[in-house]
Nanobody
């Protein structure tokens, strides 16, 4: 089991930027896929939306159509972490953002059910300040 902690959320104006961090402990992320997911406030019963993911083994990255060109996922091998750079933020990006680690090896890393429930962080809130 890998422990994940997200950070970097906050208030941001439309068009602004934030960088989210996903720090891992307990296991190296080298052999995992790491995904960023989000869930809008008040939609706790809905599935979490896959935003971006990275296959750590070979560095392949995937993005949801809604964030392509605005978000960038990256890896930090020295700190066993994954980041999500979010630019040109919009009101519809307001959500709790979660990272998760799992064994997906393709674009399935954007799908929530490919991650065990124990391998999720507790989330960080990104809120539009407009």
């Amino acid at each position: 089991q890998v422990q994940l902690v997200e950070s970097g959320g906050g208030w941001v104006q439309p068009g602004g930027s934030l960088r989210l961090s996903c720090a891992a402990s307990g296991h190296s992320l080298d052999n995992y896929a790491v995904g960023w997911f989000r869930q809008a406030p008040g939609n706790e019963r809905a599935a979490r939306e896959g935003v971006s993911c990275i296959i750590r083994r070979d560095g392949r990255t995937y993005y949801a159509d809604s964030v392509g060109g605005r978000f960038t996922i990256s890896r930090d091998d020295d700190h066993n972490a994954v980041y999500l750079q979010m630019d040109d933020l919009r009101q519809q990006d307001t959500a709790v953002y979660y990272c998760a680690a799992g064994g997906a090896t393709s674009i399935n890393c954007l799908v929530e059910r490919y991650y065990a429930e124990d391998n999720w962080g507790k989330g960080t809130l990104v809120t539009d300040s407009s």
